[in-house]
């Protein structure tokens, strides 16, 4: 595989539910991120690692709980969330902490719908 | 003033036409610049990076103007396979740090 894979693609769950999204880069890069975006919205950065350390958490709510073993893993745990938590969850990646010149490269995704 | 702003549009554009768009940024100490791609209900790609001097890759032309705080992309000849979502971004805190995006633009280009 290659790339930045997340799983799953899509996720329906209720509000008492927890759930895990999961992200794998497979491009040796040292930097991970979750991006949330919501209809109409410009993405919003949630978490940041950095060689599997969290260096920033932009103020978001404790019910979204991120998890990074390694470089190359990144987990997002979903608790008890709300109504307005719908929304595309984007995982990136970046050689090291900082666009440089490429950007970041992201995942395809995961749709996620709380009802 | 927003981080990042960009024309939402929708621009509706006819193949073959040239289309530009413009963002505007509002650090002046930003220092990296990039046009993303994203197709509807799919993840952003980056299209292109911008360099100060400005720079070309095929039928896209992408340049900054750090006087005025903006950057623009240009695209000719348009195909259809251009509708998208364009998306200005920005290390809007400046240092080469994490990027900011803005709201995108859409593109669609009629037969």
């Known amino acids: 595989e290659t790339g930045v894979t997340q799983t799953p693609r899509h996720l329906v769950m209720g509000m008492t539910n927890k759930k895990s999204l999961k992200c794998e880069q497979h491009?040796?890069?040292?930097?991970m991120y979750w991006y949330k975006q919501s209809a109409k919205k410009p993405l919003e950065l949630m978490f940041v690692?950095?060689?599997?350390?969290?260096?920033e958490n932009n103020s978001v709510p404790s019910r979204f709980s991120p998890e990074c073993p390694n470089s190359s893993h990144l987990f997002l745990h979903l608790h008890t969330l709300q109504p307005e938590d719908s929304a595309l969850y984007l995982c990136?990646?970046?050689?090291?902490?900082?666009?440089?010149?490429?950007?970041?490269?992201f995942g395809s995704g995961t749709r996620l719908t709380v009802v | 003033r927003k981080e990042v702003e960009q024309d939402p549009g929708p621009f509706n554009v006819p193949e073959g036409a040239t289309v530009a768009f413009n963002c505007t940024y509002s650090n002046s100490a930003s220092q990296s610049f990039f046009w993303y791609r994203q197709d509807c209900r799919k993840e952003p790609k980056l299209l292109m990076s911008?360099?100060?001097s400005g720079n070309e890759d095929g039928r896209f032309t992408a340049q900054l103007n750090r006087a005025s705080q903006y950057i623009s992309l240009l695209i000719r000849d348009s195909k259809l396979s251009d509708s998208a979502t364009y998306l200005c971004?920005?290390?809007?805190?400046?240092?080469?740090?994490?990027?900011?995006f803005g709201t995108g633009t859409r593109l669609t280009i009629i037969p």
């Open positions: 911008v360099y100060s």
């Open positions: 690692y950095n060689f599997k350390e969290q260096t």
């Open positions: 990136a990646s970046s050689q090291g902490l900082g666009p440089g010149d490429y950007g970041y490269t």
């Open positions: 971004v920005v290390d809007a805190l400046g240092g080469n740090e994490k990027l900011t």
């Open positions: 491009l040796g890069h040292n930097a």
